[in-house]
């Protein structure tokens, strides 16, 4: 069975600081999303990342993944306020419709 | 811009009743998803299509069916809800292929007493 376990799940840090989130999957997957859900909102997609070695920036975020080690991290560099709200991944299926998310991580931006 | 859309964002039902949910998408994709979503344990998936009369059931399928009659709409029916089918629903959709991004609705809170 395929799971994908995300950490921290909550994380409170200061603006300006850095900080990576961490997701690992249990077995072979070729593709992995980042997702971003605001409060009170719906998930917004953030990153795919499609191979093994793939990076991918946006502003402050930066993902990679690692298909060897069964592992994508987001990082966050220098955060601001705005980036408060909810990461997941998620792994399909391995050539199936299902995604498998993680239970994501609550990112909190203090000022 | 992909949009998807869901007829309620906020819901109040009792025990017993039947529930209908309902999911719009306007980019012509081929699958459509049903998830709730509830705290600590993330999306799961309750039910796929991937063309209009298909369906398939994802991890949780107990307790609910879908209809798709056509291409741009896929409907969840609590059959009989219960007070653990309280949660948030959201709906996605993506273009024909396993492994497309997902698009996403604004979420139904569903509440049943």
């Known amino acids: 069975e395929l799971k994908v376990e995300q950490n921290p799940l909550f994380l409170s840090m200061q603006e300006g600081k850095n900080y990576t989130i961490y997701c690992n999957y249990s077995t072979t997957s070729d593709r992995l999303y980042w997702y971003r859900q605001d409060p009170g909102k719906s998930l917004e997609s953030l990153f795919v990342?499609?191979?093994?070695?793939a990076v991918k920036q946006e502003g402050r975020l930066m993902a990679s993944l690692d298909t060897k080690a069964r592992l994508s991290t987001l990082h966050i560099t220098a955060a601001v306020h705005d980036l408060s709200a909810t990461y997941f991944c998620?792994?399909?299926?391995?050539?199936?419709?299902?995604?498998?998310f993680g239970t994501g991580t609550r990112l909190k931006v203090l000022a | 811009d992909v949009k998807v859309t869901q007829s309620s964002r906020y819901l109040v039902k009792r025990t017993g009743e039947k529930v209908f949910l309902e999911c719009v998408q306007d980019?012509?994709?081929?699958?459509m998803f049903w998830y709730r979503q509830d705290p600590g344990l993330g999306l799961r998936l309750i039910y796929f299509s991937y063309d209009v009369k298909m369906k398939e059931k994802g991890d949780i399928p107990e307790g609910y069916s879908v209809s798709r009659e056509k291409k741009e709409r896929f409907s969840l029916i609590l059959e009989s809800a219960s007070t653990n089918q309280t949660s948030m629903y959201l709906c996605?959709?993506?273009?024909?292929?396993?492994?497309?991004?997902?698009?996403f609705g604004p979420g139904t809170r569903l509440l049943v007493l």
């Open positions: 998620a792994v399909d299926g391995s050539g199936t419709y299902k995604y498998i």
């Open positions: 996605a959709s993506s273009i024909s292929g396993v492994q497309e991004t997902q698009y």
């Open positions: 980019m012509d994709h081929e699958n």
């Open positions: 990342l499609l191979s093994n070695g």
